[in-house]
């Protein structure tokens, strides 16, 4: 054997070590609020900072110190304070940023929590229920997509789609299919207070969370949550229908895409977001954001999708080509790909 392979591949295990523990620390401090203290009160002292937080010194000496070892901290040695830089901020204590994801970095506690279920599904074959996840799951997932929807959904996204803005302005019909707690169906609802906006999900927790979610924004009479799957919500001549990082996590894809076309109106639009993946297999190996895409899809969507009729299971890399043969199948003539991030290929279905 190579002695310097191996020493590569160890070290290349300690760096997913670290990065394990900092992420843990990273939920850690975002449940005690301790970065939004750092935040808004500037630089503290581990006796200050627990002064702000409620929490104790000793144990905030030790995540401080772990957090400034990461990079996330800044130490100053002349007052023994610890600063959290505006940029690290941003990522980390400011939940309207587009950069924030330490409410994202949530969704790796429930992927431990749950290491012994999926192992054994990985024996059996089984599926694993939406419902079955921790709870961890529900809430990461829900935060880490939050940031992008706020940021592009009603700004850029919808926009894009030609004439679906206007619209939905003029009092169209919008139904966010997969909705789970309801972060894009209440946007939609608040930047177009004339249209009629519907989230459903098979999750009936996710719905009671998105109806809580509504009454809080002051939306509760302007969105309706049901609990439904992808194929049974009503085809009530939608003007839009969202299908919002949901459908490669749906046992039966093509089934849904056939629903969404039945429930369109005639000139109607269905917006698919989707993880960004590529055709091509060894380009996606090659996405710096690979590793942690395959294990969502390892975790949660795969899991998710053999749980469920069908069990079609496309995976969270399944790449827009595979999207526009089921877009095909289901009777969709225009297949357009809207735009793309780091995170997210937006495409367009239309009849």
């Known amino acids: 054997m190579n002695p310097e392979l191996i020493e590569q591949n160890a070290n290349r295990l300690l760096g997913a070590m670290i ?23 500037g630089p503290a002292t581990p006796e200050e900072l627990a002064a702000r937080t409620g929490t104790t010194a000793r ?6 110190s772990q957090q400034t070892a990461a990079g996330f901290l800044t130490y100053q040695p002349e007052d023994g304070r610890y600063a959290l830089p505006a940029e690290a901020a941003a990522v980390l204590a400011v939940e309207a940023s587009p950069a924030f994801l330490a409410g994202g970095a949530t969704i790796t506690r429930g992927w431990f929590a749950g290491i012994d279920r999926l192992t054994a599904a990985f024996r059996t074959g089984e599926g694993i229920a939406w419902d079955q996840q921790d709870p961890a799951v529900f809430e990461g997932t829900e935060r880490f997509f939050r940031p992008g929807y706020a940021a592009n959904l009603t700004t850029e996204w919808v926009p894009a789609l030609p004439g679906v803005a206007e619209r939905l302005a003029a009092g169209g019909r919008i139904a966010d299919v997969g909705c789970g707690h309801g972060v894009a169906a209440i946007l939609l609802a608040g930047a177009y207070p004339r249209a009629s906006v519907h989230g459903y999900d098979f999750h009936d927790r996710s719905i009671q969370v998105a109806r809580q979610r509504a009454a809080e924004a002051g939306l509760a009479d302007r969105v309706q949550f049901e609990t439904l799957d992808a194929v049974s919500y009503p085809a009530d001549g939608f003007d839009l229908i969202c299908l919002l990082d949901t459908l490669h996590d749906l046992g039966d894809p093509a089934a849904a895409l056939a629903h969404a076309r039945k429930a369109l109106a005639p000139d109607g639009t269905v917006l698919v977001v989707e993880p960004n993946a590529a055709d091509d297999y060894a380009t996606n190996l090659a996405n710096p954001l690979a590793a942690l895409s395959y294990a969502a899809s390892t975790f949660q969507c795969t899991p998710a999708a053999l749980a469920q009729p069908g069990g079609v299971a496309l995976g969270a890399q399944a790449g827009p080509d595979v ?21 997210n290929v937006v495409l367009e279905l239309r009849p």
């Open 19 to 41: 990065g394990a523990a900092t992420t843990a620390m990273v939920a850690v401090g975002d449940q005690l609020g301790l970065y939004r203290a750092l935040a808004a009160g």
């Open 59 to 64: 144990y905030l000496k030790e995540w401080l």
């Open 323 to 343: 999207v526009r043969h089921l877009a095909e199948g289901a009777g969709f003539s225009r297949f357009r790909k809207v735009t793309e991030n780091p995170v």
